[in-house]
């Protein structure tokens, strides 16, 4: 629903100059794009694989003040209420003693075309942010948006399929050509000191330091979770209790969809004295439960390995394995990679016959920021790779994802993708161009060939002859460019205009679209459409 006239007006008449400090750093590219220069010449060891940020911690390394301006508010139209609350600050402000409270308007209205299918697609997302803390020490937030859409023809055909939006909610059909959907996100987060601090949440998480993540990704749609951070000199330990929902389960008419629960262990270690190089590793158990089994207390125990754990229970659970790295070559080139093991028999791998539960990704990627001693001109490449198989397990209740949705690339298995973007940024201004580029091989004729990582791994053909696109060879390529203009920085409110050519083709399959958009919104999180 549209916000009712009179709440807003009380709203406005509420307002004061106050600023309100928000305890997570919202998870959006461009925002990180922006601290990515001085990120990359932190020597103080600040842990960037972590995400989201918690912003007290962001504050030691990144003037935020500086990197956030606004350039051009000198006239006296910004000293206005008007002007201010348009260009600078949060639509209500509120500092009561120990208590700062923001609102602020959420939206995403974006108009488009697709000129090689003449399909025209909008997007129309309404909703409100609320941010506040007390004492500095308690701080929480919420956000709701209700959207309507028509979506490229290839997003709504895996709507359709799914009845998810990618990284969004369940879809109401309002008919033939429109969609209907909600996404609600919130949490309460307690910093006890600089060494310890919580986070209760419904919200996505993201661990690595590239585009993807082949780990833990904000691909799927938010869920709940209880996150403890604990640092202590060059260590961080991230703890991640929570649980998600299984879609491809019919839904019981008395407890809705089944439940699966999830604990992930990351351990972020920074090396040698100017911390330019950083280790990571990752653990994570999924399981579903059982009217004899209920809830895994083993799971709880935030020091013990999970995989020696879910073997010794005699579990049927899904326990990975991971590593994360980031060398920092120097002030403004940095090396990242990743490592994720689902099942890894040596010997296996060694007689080269193609194994099935040969499982295994990696990530390998580049950042260069500054390039050509450019201020704000930004260069990343990243290649993916990622087995047959990997991800799956015997159900949709303990294979790697949540709502439909893959936890790590959107790809699914069986795929490599190269992924590249330029971007530059002069005062208000920013152009991105970018280019993707991925072959996979698709599951056909019935058969799972280790592509679709909600199906059955013990429904395969045989357990051998397994290589690399194994199914459907299938190419994806897409290029895009984007301009947007920003108009406030408190909730990166930007003016927006692009355009996506995508091409997608295998033996039975010849897709392409070319699609020019324009559009205002509040940049506040990822979506991927890029699959």
């Not at 490592?339 to 580049?366: H, I, P």
């Not at 690339?409 to 991925?438: I, K, M």
Request: glycine share 6%; aromatic share 18%; with cysteine.
């Amino acid at each position: 629903m549209l916000m009712r006239p009179y709440f807003l007006f009380i709203l406005i008449i509420l307002s004061q100059a106050a600023t309100a400090q928000e305890f997570v750093f919202p998870l959006n590219r461009d925002l990180n794009t922006r601290m990515g220069s001085q990120l990359a010449a932190d020597t103080t060891g600040f842990h960037t694989s972590i995400f989201p940020y918690v912003t007290t911690d962001l504050d030691s390394v990144v003037n935020r003040d500086e990197t956030f301006s606004l350039y051009g508010c000198e006239s006296s139209f910004y000293k206005t209420w008007i002007g201010r609350k348009l260009r600078k600050e949060h639509l209500l402000n509120v500092d009561a003693d120990d208590l700062r409270l923001s609102v602020d308007p959420v939206f995403n209205l974006q108009l488009g075309r697709d000129q090689r299918n003449s399909r025209n697609v909008f997007v129309n997302t309404r909703g409100v942010l609320v941010q506040g803390n007390v004492s500095n020490k308690f701080f929480f937030y919420s956000s709701f948006h209700e959207n309507q859409a028509r979506y490229l023809g290839y997003i709504d055909s895996l709507v359709r399929r799914n009845k998810v939006v990618p990284g969004q909610g369940i879809v109401k059909f309002l008919d033939d050509e429109k969609l209907d959907f909600s996404v609600a996100t919130g949490g309460m987060g307690y910093r006890v000191n600089r060494h310890f601090d919580f986070l209760l949440a419904q919200d996505r998480l993201f661990i690595g330091d590239g585009y993807r993540s082949l780990l833990l990704s904000d691909n799927a749609y938010p869920f709940p979770f209880l996150r403890a951070n604990m640092t202590f000199w060059k260590f961080r330990y991230s703890v991640i209790y929570s649980v998600m929902q299984d879609l491809q389960t019919p839904p019981d008419r008395n407890v809705g969809y089944p439940k699966k629960y999830s604990t992930f262990h990351y351990l972020d270690i920074n090396v040698g004295k100017r911390n330019r190089l950083t280790l990571g590793i990752f653990e994570a158990v999924i399981w579903k439960p059982a009217a004899s089994r209920g809830y895994e207390l083993h799971y709880l125990n935030p020091f013990l390995f999970l995989r020696p754990v879910e073997n010794s229970i005699g579990s049927p659970d899904n326990a990975l394995l991971g590593l994360n790295a980031r060398w920092k070559i120097s002030r403004s080139h940095v090396v990242y990679g990743q490592l994720m093991l689902d099942e890894f028999l040596l010997d296996e791998v060694r007689s080269g016959k193609g194994w099935w539960g040969n499982k295994q990704a990696f990530q390998l990627g580049y950042k260069s920021f500054n390039l050509f001693a450019v201020k704000q001109l930004n260069f990343q490449t990243e290649f993916n790779f990622v087995r047959p198989f990997m991800y799956q397990h015997r159900s949709s209740s303990q294979n790697y994802s949540h709502y439909s949705q893959p936890l790590a690339h959107p790809l699914g298995a069986d795929f490599y993708e190269s992924v590249s973007f330029l971007n530059y940024r002069w005062r208000n201004f920013f152009a991105e161009v970018r280019f993707q580029y991925a072959r996979a091989g698709k599951d056909t004729a019935g058969f799972n060939l280790g592509n679709d990582i909600f199906l059955d791994y013990d429904d395969r053909p045989t357990d051998y002859g397994y290589y690399m696109l194994t199914g459907l060879k299938s190419t994806l390529s897409s290029y895009g460019v984007r301009f947007n203009y920003l108009v406030n920085p408190k909730t990166n409110f930007v003016v927006e205009a692009g355009a996506d050519f995508r091409y997608y083709r295998n033996a039975v399959d010849d897709q392409s679209s070319r699609y020019f958009y324009f559009g205002l919104r509040t940049s506040l999180e990822n979506y991927y459409f890029d699959f």
